[in-house]
């Protein structure tokens, strides 16, 4: 049986994606609930999936990692072990924050932060372009982050109900 969301659990999500780190009374007293069953509402979204898991994200400059670049990666073929192969190895990189398997013009889309041009290079010599049946990676550096976001929009979530 699926679990319906209501207006409680839909606020609740919306102010653990500003702040995990809110202590159950204050969200509590957020959502006009009693501590308790705050608690058992945030432990259920828990498990059912709903939060996946409660993050501290980092400020990339003050780690060192102020460079991002956007690679898209084209195969030579999209054969599914081909695929496999390529998101088992770069899910090992440290480096690459996301990755996407696309429709159009090239076959993946990977984020990658380095502190350094030179690190990219080395990125680029030393992991990448060793990958078996690449075929052709462009790169794009982001010369100044825009919009960023973590908060995934909900106004859908009490509409499909």
């Not at 102010?15 to 432990?43: F, G, M």
């Not at 898991?53 to 081909?82: D, M």
């Not at 159009?104 to 078996?132: I, S």
Request: glycine share 4%.
């Amino acid at each position: 049986m699926a679990y319906l969301l209501d207006a409680i659990d839909k606020k609740i999500l919306e102010i653990l994606q500003q702040d995990a780190t809110i202590p159950n009374i204050e969200l509590a007293e957020k959502v006009c609930l009693s501590p308790s069953p705050c608690s058992r509402r945030v432990k259920n979204l828990h498990e059912q999936g709903f939060i996946k898991r409660a993050v501290t994200l980092l400020e990339p400059e003050k780690v060192g990692l102020p460079v991002s670049v956007f690679i898209q990666v084209t195969l030579n073929h999209q054969v599914k072990k081909e695929l496999q192969d390529f998101e088992k190895t770069i899910g090992q990189w440290p480096e690459v924050m996301e990755c996407y398997l696309m429709t159009g013009d090239f076959d993946y889309l990977l984020r990658v932060v380095v502190p350094n041009l030179q690190a990219y290079q080395e990125f680029l010599d030393k992991k990448l372009t060793e990958l078996p049946g690449i075929d052709h990676i462009k790169s794009s550096f982001s010369l100044k982050q825009v919009r960023y976001r973590t908060e995934l929009p909900l106004e859908q979530l009490l509409e499909r109900g």
